[in-house]
């Protein structure tokens, strides 16, 4: 899969090439959360995802939640620079290509869906708040020949916004940790289906195999207070509060929970070493030998050579494509390394946290 960005967040211009299994390698600041937030909205931004209560919030509507400072301004974080007028993210896969828009026009964003040739106007997000407007179902748009401006037409196409994917990406999902309790929103309001597709227990006992607890099932009771809370059942029937345990603990036990309820053909994981101990990791790589041969695609973003060494040199197999990114001037250049150059730099004791730059 191709991935070309323009004008989205951190990327003035950059495109990469996706294969099954892909680690992103760099040092802060050079691009990897803005690839995988890239991957997330392109199938659709305003998409309903498996986050918050209720259908669950808007792909977009995450990020914002997880960018939003004091007195956010709402969604011109997608746009470069917060100022540049369009956005773009393409995606090509084989014969399939979607690519999404937004565009300001005015204090608003405009969200485009182009699939197979034809351009879609979903609606519109605030730029100064976190409104968002999107159309029933969707507006067949054109583009101005002059101006290259996007504009809405007036046939509508009967494709709902919050439910369209587009064919070329499939579903995918976003994962960090800072998310992790609005994912356990999502899990609280559909706890029913996760129970009765057997997945609670499942992941309970597959969790257990890993960090050596003794664990049967998932729970969701009151806690002190009344409050609902997820609980991990041990075999002796006690109930330790997901929340209590360790971190790497809770962050697997969700990922596995919503993989498992979604099955989205791509996965993203941000910044995987920074919430998981070695021995975690060990056992995250096996569960993504299983979801590989799935045929789901991953990417992982690390900036720890240890961390992606180990990632790859555990599932060779999937011919993992370790990728060493730097931006500069919004400008994204990439470098596939080979994991025998991963382990020279790592002998040469290069931390791509500060010497990347000069590698690529
Ligand atoms: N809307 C934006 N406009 C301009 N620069 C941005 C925008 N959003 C993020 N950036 C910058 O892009 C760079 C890359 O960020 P990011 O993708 O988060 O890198 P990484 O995840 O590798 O640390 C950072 O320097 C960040 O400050
Ligand atoms: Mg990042």
Redesign the pocket.
Known sequence: MRLQISNF??IRKGSLELERLNILI?S???????ILEALFLAPNPIRYVAYGSGYGYSAVSVLSYLHSTLGSEAYV?L????TEKLAGIACTDLSKEVKVWFQRGGNRIEVYVEENNELLYFGYLGSSNKSESILGSALLGQRDSESGRLMPGSRTRPINPRYFISEATGESFYFHPLLMKLIWGYLKDHWVEFRSKGLTSRVAKRISEGVAGDYDDLLLEPFIGGTQTIYVRTKDARGIRLGDLGSGVQVLTTLMLIYEFLKPRMLLIDDIESHMNPMLLTHVVSWFAEILKNDTMLVV?THSLEAAKFIAGALEEFEPQIVLLS?REGKLRSRNLSLDEVEELEKAGIDVRVGEGILI
Request: avoid cysteine.
């Open positions: 967040r951190g760099g802060n600041n050079s691009g990897k959360t803005t974080f746009l470069h620079n917060y973003s931006l």
